[in-house]
């Protein structure tokens, strides 16, 4: 990888990283051209250092005032992408922030005032600043919209395209997800200059596993304990509605076991001690809604369990991303009943994926048809990082 900045190089040996992912090898050279782009690639395959390496190449560091503006839809996500440009900004002399909403707004333009160069932002949060004029968008060289297409099926799409169009005519954008459905990509090239369109097929990892438990919805909260008390997992699980969150915390509750719940609805101090914890590994088990953890970059998680199928296959897909990431080793399952499993199997041909029927076998899941023959039975490889790039 041939670097424009010598702290690139510095910050890429330090992440200790050996090769561009494919997304990385294609966006990168279209945006340091200058072009538009609407970039789709799978979840866990380094497209923020897809932009976010561009985009430190582009910021004159002489010059303070904000040159790079970055948008996602969720407060986490928007602080991830932050972390990943203060490890990649060290030593630049560049200055970054993040600006979400949740926090004073006081705060916000003090924040401001340090002359950021590079900034990431919630769309309704990047808006208010715009519109009290504390936010200077002339002078912005690049815009990119992370998870584009949850901006735009969120009813974020009108802030963010206030945001495109407060800039000038001549400014770059970068439109970037897992999924790129063709309403999204329209809007996109409507805001757009002729935009090349980058599509990286949805590879299936083969050291993921994907399956599922037939049970009843009374059963599922007693396979989350199972799932969460075998030796070494770390298990993320998505249910639909945030209106289910309190119900089963009640039920998880009643069992003698770690977790936590991720509420998007709860303080930003909240929700990131819970996911500093559950990167660390102080707890096993996490539950969340698909918007609350939508782009979070969460390591060697070994299981992603659907305890609420999604309706969509954007959903299935995006959730099903968060183990495996990096080429790691990792199982996704569904907890499903009868009335469940038809829907599954279309999601799961959609992907092009196999769910197998799967069992929970003195601490492990094995297929089932393996469920009367034990002595067959081969404990999964433990989940590894491979060098390749975020």
Known sequence: MNFTKPFLQEAWERARF???????EQAIPLLREGKDVLAEAPTGTGKTLAYVIPALEKIEVEEPHVQ????????????QIHQVIQLFAQGSGIKSGAF???VELKRQ????KKKPQIIVGTPGRLVELIDSKKLKMHKVKLIVLDEADQIYESGM?????RIANSALRDRQLAFVSATLPERTAEWGRTLANNPETIRVERAVSTQVTFGYL???RRQKPELLRRLA???GSKVLTFINNRSFLGPL???LSKYSLKYRILDAEKGKRERMETLRSYKKGEFPLLVTTGLAARGLDIEAVTHVVHYDLPESLDDFVHRSGRTGRGNANGMVLALVTDQDLKHLKTLAKQMGVEMEAMEIYRGEVIPKREFTAPQTIKRPATPHRKGRSK
């Open 249 to 251: 915390n009640g039920e």
């Open 109 to 112: 333009y003090e924040r401001l």
């Open 157 to 161: 799409s009108d802030s963010a395209t």
């Open 214 to 216: 037939e049970t009843s």
């Open 68 to 79: 790079v503006v970055i948008t996602a839809p969720t407060r986490e996500l928007v602080m």
């Open 229 to 231: 008390n075998m030796q």
């Open 18 to 24: 050996t090769e561009l992912m494919p997304v990385q």
């Open 100 to 102: 979400i909403g949740g």
